[in-house]
């Protein structure tokens, strides 16, 4: 007994997999558009709930342990200076915001005009939400050669007048985490300027001025 073939409309196979590819097309724009209606609920979160504000972070004290400029001849002409130097610094870290904040580890570095003489390491910590916390900073430099155009004027500023203006810079990067999800890190550069009294080791002013909060890696 013979069957005969039962042949199908050619428009049912030519349909078939046009449905499909719709239906694909549906459940990816439906996936993305529920991970954008995520991102932006957790950005209102942030916004409108948690209200975020720039923390603060400044240099509070600084105490001269060892301040010493030495002078050494180098031929018949030419003489170079020599700076060692102890200073502990204590910053103030305040966290105004609802959550805690983890702020990653900091290098300030301690400049002289355009000559760098050494790195005050701030290490990595987590503070509190609506907490202050102080944090101590050891600046040691030791018998580095300051560069022969900042050299005469480091001299006159320890020997003469007195008077020796440092800044202290760096960058601080912090990040928040809500409900197991990091925010991005953020970066902020701290400068202040330092003004000590080498003879007596005393300081004579502090001031420092945070700059824009940026975006990091």
């Known amino acids: 007994m013979a069957y005969g073939r039962l042949d199908m409309p050619s428009s049912y196979h030519e349909s078939a997999p046009r449905h499909g590819l719709c239906n694909c097309c549906c459940c990816i724009s439906l996936s993305l558009l529920f991970l954008l209606l995520i991102a932006i609920g957790i950005a209102l979160f ?3 709930v948690l209200k975020p504000t720039k923390p603060e972070f400044v240099l509070e004290s600084a105490s001269i342990q060892d301040f010493k400029v030495d002078r050494e001849v180098q031929g018949l002409t030419n003489f170079a200076i020599y700076l060692s130097m102890n200073i502990a610094l204590v910053f103030s ?11 990653s580890p900091t290098e300030f570095n301690c400049v002289y005009k355009d000559a ?18 102080a944090l101590t900073a050891v600046l040691v430099v030791d018998h580095v050669n300051i560069l022969q155009a900042s050299s005469v004027d480091l001299l006159n500023d320890a020997t003469v007048n007195d008077r020796v203006a ?9 990040r928040i985490k809500v409900l197991g999800i990091n925010s991005p890190k953020v970066e902020v550069n701290v400068n202040c300027r330092l003004v000590i009294h080498p003879q007596e080791r005393e300081i004579a002013s502090r001031d420092c001025n945070l700059g824009q909060v940026t975006l990091s890696d």
């Open 46 to 48: 942030f916004i409108l």
């Open 93 to 103: 870290a305040s966290n105004p915001n609802k959550v805690a904040i983890n702020y």
């Open 116 to 133: 760098i003489l050494g790195v005050a390491k701030v290490p990595s910590f987590h503070q509190a939400a609506h907490s202050h916390s």
């Open 166 to 174: 440092l800044t202290i810079n760096g960058p601080v990067k912090a």
